[in-house]
T-cell receptor
Framework: DAKTTQPNSMESNEEEPVHLPCNHSTISGTDYIHWYRQLPSQGPEYVIHGLTSNVNNRMASLAIAEDRKSSTLILHRATLRDAAVYYCILRDMEYGNKLVFGAGTILRVKS | EAQVTQNPRYLITVTGKKLTVTCSQNMNHEYMSWYRQDPGLGLRQIYYSMNVEVTDKGDVPEGYKVSRKEKRNFPLILESPSPNQTSLYFC?????????????FGPGTRLLVL
């Protein structure tokens, strides 16, 4: 099964950009890259997803490497509200019916 | 407002006493699922449903039952709860089960089985 590797934790200053990396060296050509986050005491929430091209939405940007073996979630200006666990997830043909959550990256934002 | 709701949010019960955790979505989604979250084990899928009357087991279905009689509701039933089912439970839904679809999660139900 496709797996992802993320740093255990990262720290950022408020109002600064944050780049959260994810390695997925076993990704196949049809796997979608999804990012979810989980704020303290809340359910996971969708952030962004992509297949091959870089993606932007109101929450973040997703930069996907040309070989698709890695991706980076970019929060352009971190706020205290962005402190959460961020999960990088591959959705593949076999696991299309569920999200396989890893340990994620704990993002701490300092004021 | 589009949302997934769960009830109750917190529940303390005793071993063997049947309980039901309700899940409802107002987005007309076909796909719904249940996850449990435990420290060190992350989120794991319990059951899922691709539409009304269509359900299937996830990774950790033992000790749980589900039903999908209406599109909007997907209750999780613990017929005889045991302490190892103490966990944080999340219901989720998405338009369908396609890989590019977003899943929307409920706020969670924290269950303690004594």
């Amino acid at each position: 099964d496709a797996k992802t590797t993320q740093p255990n934790s990262m720290e950022s200053n408020e109002e600064e950009p944050v780049h959260l990396p994810c390695n997925h060296s076993t990704i196949s050509g049809t796997d979608y890259i999804h990012w979810y986050r989980q704020l303290p005491s809340q359910g996971p929430e969708y952030v962004i997803h992509g297949l091959t091209s870089n993606v932007n939405n109101r929450m973040a940007s997703l930069a996907i490497a040309e070989d698709r073996k890695s991706s980076t979630l970019i929060l352009h200006r971190a706020t205290l509200r962005d402190a959460a666990v961020y999960y990088c997830i591959l959705r593949d043909m076999e696991y299309g019916n569920k999200l396989v959550f890893g340990a994620g990256t704990i993002l701490r934002v300092k004021s | 407002e589009a949302q997934v709701t769960q009830n109750p949010r917190y529940l303390i019960t005793v071993t063997g006493k049947k309980l039901t955790v309700t899940c409802s979505q107002n987005m007309n989604h076909e796909y719904m699922s249940w996850y449990r979250q435990d420290p060190g084990l992350g989120l794991r899928q319990i059951y899922y449903s691709m539409n009304v009357e269509v359900t299937d087991k996830g990774d950790v279905p033992e000790g749980y039952k589900v039903s999908r009689k209406e599109k909007r509701n997907f209750p999780l039933i613990l017929e005889s709860p045991s302490p190892n089912q103490t966990s944080l439970y999340f219901c989720a839904s998405s338009l369908n089960f396609a890989r590019e679809e977003t899943q929307y999660f409920g706020p969670g139900t924290r269950l303690l089985v004594l």
